[in-house]
């Protein structure tokens, strides 16, 4: 069956890597011609040089509009063949061009200030009142870190069996090849950090760290989706900024075999907690009589998860853990009601014969 094979295999041509940084969007290759790029990777190949890894630190000059928030700043990075010290093209007969575009600047909403006190001295602090999300007051955030990747792939995809990721972003050509994309890996840049880094009148100049390099197919689509799994998160399961931080930080800084393993014992923590609960019900769910059970025992672990819960949800800590000690507390008030309504034992009865 026919199928496209990458444009790279049988063609060694020098590449061009240049980074823009501007307010616009969504320029054109026009625009970005007539702009100076903060950065360039100068005459490369796919085959050899795209697999080593280049970095560098800039400072990048805030424009006013962005320092005021009536704006944001993007970074465009384009990809194609050599331009030589006379600016002519190593490939005059081929014009082409690989783009990608990513916001340099975060819209978060601003933290609330910070409410802790001493229980010991300071007096009763009123509560805030509940805010709507929507309405909430946001501000522009620097990204400091920005991660190129060209998809390292020579994949022969039969042309009616192409993915659909690999279609929405890979270019393919009339002849039967594909050109692979180069993309911005933002998966591993979590909101804490950004947080920590606001954009106003007092920062003219922001650090940018970039990072070129390489990133295999397989690894570009699970990350993509990861990326659409924590977004549909947010949207369907309301999950917060923290838990997709939380899972963003485990994916992208832990080893795959140590991420394997906590996997598992999630898994199976999960598992056995299920089972936990599902016999727990089943034993109080027959039982008609209090004998043998210490009901200030039960009144004790009711205490004990209200306290546990309290202090999960004060330090905000993930929704798998907090939703299995809510579920213990609700089981375990269920059995207190239940004790409660059970038919206590006469002190006769009670007693050994």
Known sequence: EPCYSNYFIN???????????MTDPRPTNYDLFNNKPIWQAK??????SAMETR??????????????????LYAHVLVGPHITSSGV???????????ATTPLIRTLPVPP???????????????????????QKKAPYWVPVLKVNMVWDFTCYPKTEIPNDVVNRFRFRNDGRYYPAVLFDAFGVRNDVVKGLPVNSTTPEMHL???????????????????????????????DGKDTDDLRQMFTETSPVLLAVTMLVS??????????????????????????????AIFFNVFCQIVVLLYLVEEETGMMVTVSVFTGLVIECWKMIKILTMPRPSVQSAKPS
Request: proline share 7%.
């Open 113 to 135: 200030p910070s409410r802790k006190r001493s229980l010991l001295k300071d007096p009763p602090i009123a509560k805030l009142p509940t805010i709507d999300p929507s309405q």
């Open 43 to 48: 005459s490369f190949t796919y085959l050899e």
């Open 209 to 239: 760290s970039i990072d070129l390099g390489p990133l295999s197919v397989g690894w570009w689509r699970v990350y993509a989706q990861m990326e659409e799994s924590l977004k549909l998160m947010e949207q369907s399961m309301g999950a």
């Open 267 to 296: 898994i199976l923590h999960l598992m056995f907690d299920t089972l936990a609960f599902k016999n727990d019900v089943q034993f109080w769910s027959g039982r008609t009589s209090s004998v043998g059970v210490s009901a200030q």
């Open 11 to 21: 063609n060694h041509e020098p590449l061009d890597l240049s980074l823009y940084v």
């Open 55 to 72: 970095d560098t630190k800039l400072n990048i000059t805030i424009p006013k509009e962005v320092q005021s928030g009536k704006s944001l």
């Open 89 to 99: 093209s190593v490939t005059p007969s081929e014009d082409w061009s690989l783009r």
